[in-house]
Structure formats: C-alpha cells, structure tokens
C-alpha cells in the first residue's frame, strides 16, 4: 500500500535548480516511489540563525507516492542530499546545495529523537506553506496541527517575501531531465504497514 509524502525541497548553493530538478528525479526513482505533483519554485531570502548574511533559496514541495517506511523515506533524503555535494559540519540551518524535509507522510504523526512528522517548522515558514497550499491547499495536517493546509497559510506569521520562480520542472524537449543521483544500492529500505500499529507513533 503506498502513501503520500510531501517532502520540501530547498537550495542556496551552486545550481540550485539543477539540485532541485536532480533530487525530484531521485527521488522518484527510488525503490518503487513516485512523484505525483511538483509546486511552483519560489526564491525565498534565508531564514538564519546568526547575522551572517546567506544567498537566497529555492523552495518547492513535492508529492511522493511511497511505500517506504518513514526511516527509509529519511534514510533516502540523507542518501540524496549527500549525493548532491551537501556538507553538514553541525552548523544548523548553514547554506546547503539540498535540503529534504519530509512534511508529512500520508496521516501519520511521528516523534522519534531524529524524526519528526509533521515538520516541526511546517506551520510557521511561508516559504513551506504556500508551495503546498499550491499543489494540497485542503489537505488536513495530522495532529497536532489539526487544520487544512490553506486555514494553515492563512493563519501563518512569516511575512516573508516569496517571488515566482521559473517553472523549472516542466519538461523541456530541448533539454533531457537530469539523470538521478547514483544510488547506495546497499542501504537497506524497509516498505511499511500504514495499517498497522507501530512503536514508532
Ligand atoms: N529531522 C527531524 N524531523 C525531520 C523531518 N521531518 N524531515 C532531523 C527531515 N529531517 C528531520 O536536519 C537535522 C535533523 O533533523 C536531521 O538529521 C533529521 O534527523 P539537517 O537537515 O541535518 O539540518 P538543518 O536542515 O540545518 O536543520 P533543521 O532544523 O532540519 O533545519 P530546517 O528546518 O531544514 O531549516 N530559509 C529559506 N528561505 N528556505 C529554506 O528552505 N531552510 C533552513 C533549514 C533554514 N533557512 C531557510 C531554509
Ligand atoms: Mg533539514
């Protein structure tokens, strides 16, 4: 049984939009995945933690029908963010050529000491809502938010400036889609029971 995954998609280092068109197809080509709906790209100025000034970021979420179990799906993010050249030195929010948030994961809640469903940030940054408001806008976010993505935007602080963006994901016959990232063929990824009860919930 498959389910819907919405992952959200960031960049602001290098070819950002050749990251982000590389990781829609990575994703998509990963162990019985598919991915069903790609928001519009916004350019977005960096959420930071310092006064360090950051380059701006691409934003965008995707729709992914996925059997895997909620590890593998954050086991495939990390295998496709350091495919992408991403560098994690400890620093948070530090630029990175990717980014792969899992949002949500059909109606799951899930809080594990490494992962938790829905994004702890979904319902605060604009630069999350808006693209899924525009592929999900009524989509009902699990607890403990408990209202439809749209009520979600409409109800959100940030008032932070998103400008359109080319659409980088519609097909273009004078350029093939990128090839997906190689892939670890040996890391291990579990499909999961969304019917069942879990010691992971
Ligand atoms: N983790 C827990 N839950 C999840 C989840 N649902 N999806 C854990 C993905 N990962 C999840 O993330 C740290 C750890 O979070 C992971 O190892 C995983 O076990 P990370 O990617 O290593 O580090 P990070 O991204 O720097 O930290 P964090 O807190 O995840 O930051 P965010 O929320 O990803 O924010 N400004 C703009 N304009 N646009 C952006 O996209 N992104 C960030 C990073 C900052 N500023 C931004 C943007
Ligand atoms: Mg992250």
């Given at each position: 049984m498959t389910q819907d995954a919405y992952i959200a998609i960031?960049?602001?280092?290098?070819?950002?939009?050749?990251?982000?068109?590389?990781?829609?197809?990575?994703?998509?080509?990963?162990?019985?995945?598919?991915?069903?709906?790609?928001?519009?790209?916004?350019?977005?100025?960096?959420?930071?933690?310092?006064?360090?000034?950051?380059?701006?970021?691409?934003?965008?979420?995707?729709r992914l029908s996925t059997?895997?179990?909620?590890?593998?799906?954050?086991?495939?993010?990390?295998?496709?963010?350091?495919?992408?050249g991403r560098i994690r030195d400890g620093r948070r929010w530090a630029p990175r050529t990717l980014d792969l948030d899992i949002l949500l994961l059909g109606s799951l809640s899930v809080s594990t000491p490494v992962l938790t469903i829905p994004h702890r940030e979904l319902v605060n940054r604009r630069f999350v809502l808006k693209p899924l408001s525009d592929i999900a806008p009524d989509l009902l976010?699990?607890?403990?938010?408990?209202?439809?993505?749209a009520d979600a935007l409409a109800d959100c602080a940030d008032s932070?400036?998103?400008?359109?963006?080319?659409?980088?994901?519609?097909?273009?016959?004078?350029?093939?889609?990128?090839?997906?990232?190689?892939?670890?063929e040996a890391t291990p990824f579990d499909t999961f029971d969304f019917n069942a009860r879990h010691d992971i919930l």
């Open positions: 960031g960049s602001n280092l290098g070819d950002r939009a050749a990251y982000l068109r590389q990781a829609v197809r990575s994703l998509d080509a990963a162990g019985g995945n598919n991915v069903t709906a790609c928001s519009p790209v916004y350019e977005t100025e960096a959420l930071v933690l310092d006064d360090a000034p950051q380059p701006p970021y691409l934003n965008a979420v995707v059997m895997l179990s909620p590890t593998s799906l954050l086991m495939l993010c990390h295998e496709i963010e350091l495919a992408a976010l699990p607890d403990p938010i408990n209202k439809a993505v932070h400036d998103l400008r359109p963006y080319d659409n980088i994901f519609a097909a273009n016959p004078s350029e093939p889609a990128p090839a997906p990232f190689p892939r670890n």
